[in-house]
């Protein structure tokens, strides 16, 4: 014997799957490319328009992007050619700059 739900609760089933998501700027997620030191930004020449910062102006622009509901960051530290292995081990470090420009 089958046991039908209501009627409403039915459609609120058919409407959850069919109603249009909501974005929100807390959805996003901003990638932010990040060097060591207190240089100028470096326009990174194959992404047209993106520019990789220091630890210090990638700090600002977490405030900023914080100040418009943006919540989080993925980062993506640039690591020289001398630190990088097959194992990455560079990035395991605790003195490493990845692990510092995350602990910030």
């Known amino acids: 014997m089958t046991v039908l739900a209501p ?12 109603h249009e998501p909501a974005l929100t700027a807390a959805s996003l997620v ?10 100028p930004p470096v326009d990174i020449s194959s992404m047209p ?3 990789r910062l220091n ?7 977490c405030e900023a992007l914080a100040a418009l509901g ?3 960051v993925a980062l993506f530290p640039v690591i020289a050619s001398t630190h990088k292995d097959d194992a990455g ?12 420009s995350c602990a910030r």
Request: proline share 2%.
């Open 7 to 18: 009627i409403a609760q039915r459609e609120a089933v058919l409407r959850a799957l069919v």
């Open 30 to 39: 901003a990638p932010l490319f990040v060097m060591a030191g207190d240089g």
């Open 89 to 100: 081990s560079y990035a395991r470090r605790r003195t490493g700059f990845s692990r510092a």
């Open 49 to 51: 328009g993106v520019r």
């Open 70 to 72: 943006i919540r989080a």
């Open 55 to 61: 630890l210090a102006d990638t700090l600002r622009e």
